[in-house]
Nanobody
């Protein structure tokens, strides 16, 4: 059974940083594109960042370019989202996705 488990969310002040992790199990993920999607209250889900199987290609939403980075460790079946210079508008539940599978999400709140 495929499971994606996110961690690392929390409350942070504007300008702060967080690193999210997504640990995958129940399958072989090293060949798959993995991504992070977020959903803010009252808004639709939004693509945040994605990474190719090798890590050699990454994609970012315009709203996070230059502030967020994505990486992966295929040996650990884990993908990371490093979030710097956080803004209140980054507040959302962040989900890890691979193929049709989604994690349960982790809350990120940016507030003073």
């Amino acid at each position: 059974q495929v499971q994606l488990v996110e961690s690392g969310g929390g409350l942070v002040q504007p300008g702060g940083s967080l690193r999210l992790s997504c640990a995958a199990s129940g399958g072989v993920f090293s060949s798959y594109y993995m991504s992070w999607v977020r959903q803010a209250p009252g808004k639709e889900r939004e693509f945040v960042a994605g990474i190719s199987w090798s890590g050699g290609s990454t994609n970012f939403a315009d709203s996070v370019k230059g502030r967020f980075t994505i990486s992966r460790d295929n040996a650990k079946n884990t993908v990371y989202l490093q979030m710097n210079s956080l803004k209140p508008e980054d507040t959302a539940v962040y989900y890890c996705t691979v193929g049709k599978y989604w994690g349960q999400g982790t809350q990120v709140t940016v507030s003073s």
